[in-house]
Each structure stands twice: as structure tokens, then as C-alpha cells.
Nanobody
């Protein structure tokens, strides 16, 4: 069973930065389109952005220009660089495949942005 392990979250002041990582235990990682998702308390999980197997990215309007997704296929890892963090970015962040039947969700990593 594929495992997704997110890390890198924490408490940061508004305007600060964090870099999240997600390691995937699958030998076909390099073939997968991946996505970052987030879920704030009381809200549905939403897409933050995606990265294709060959590195093309797309972002939600709410994070465009502030967040950057990248990947290292040699490490089976996808990253989320978050700059200019806002209080509204506070959420648990997850990664998973983009579309299709998703893998079991990992535990996520909590990002809390204080004002």
C-alpha cells in the first residue's frame, strides 16, 4: 500500500515562509501527476495546486504568485514552497495524486499562520 508522508509544517507569522515535503512510497512516482491539498477546520479539502509528471504546475487563484510546487523524482518527493503566508492559509496540508483513484491520504502537516 502506498504511503504518503507530509512534513515541514509549523507555526509562522503572517508574511513568513514554509517549505512542505511529501514523500511517496511508490516506484512509479515519476509517472504521476501530483497535487497539494489543504483542509481548514470546518471546511472541505481544497486543491492548492498540481504538478505534472514532467514538471508543469498549476495553482489555485488564492495561492498563485505565493506558492510554488516542485518535485524530485529521484527522492519520490514533491515540495510546496509557501511564501507570503496569510492567516487564511492556516490548514492541514496533504499531498496525493492529481485525479484518478487517489492513494490513502496521509496524516498531513499542520500549517498555522498567526497575525
Amino acid at each position: 500500500q502506498v504511503q504518503l508522508v507530509e512534513s515541514g509544517g509549523g507555526l509562522v507569522q503572517a508574511g513568513g515562509s514554509l517549505r512542505l515535503s511529501c514523500a511517496a512510497s511508490t516506484p512509479i512516482f515519476s509517472l504521476l501527476n501530483m497535487g497539494w491539498y489543504r483542509q481548514a477546520p470546518g471546511k472541505q479539502r481544497e486543491s492548492v495546486g498540481t504538478i505534472t509528471s514532467d514538471g508543469h504546475t498549476n495553482y489555485a487563484d488564492s495561492v498563485k504568485g505565493r506558492f510554488t510546487i516542485s518535485r524530485d523524482n529521484a527522492k519520490n518527493t514533491v515540495y510546496l514552497q509557501m511564501n507570503g503566508l496569510k492567516v487564511d492559509d492556516t490548514a492541514a496540508y496533504f499531498c496525493n495524486k492529481d485525479g484518478g483513484m487517489r492513494y490513502p491520504w496521509g496524516q498531513g502537516t499542520q500549517v498555522t499562520v498567526s497575525s
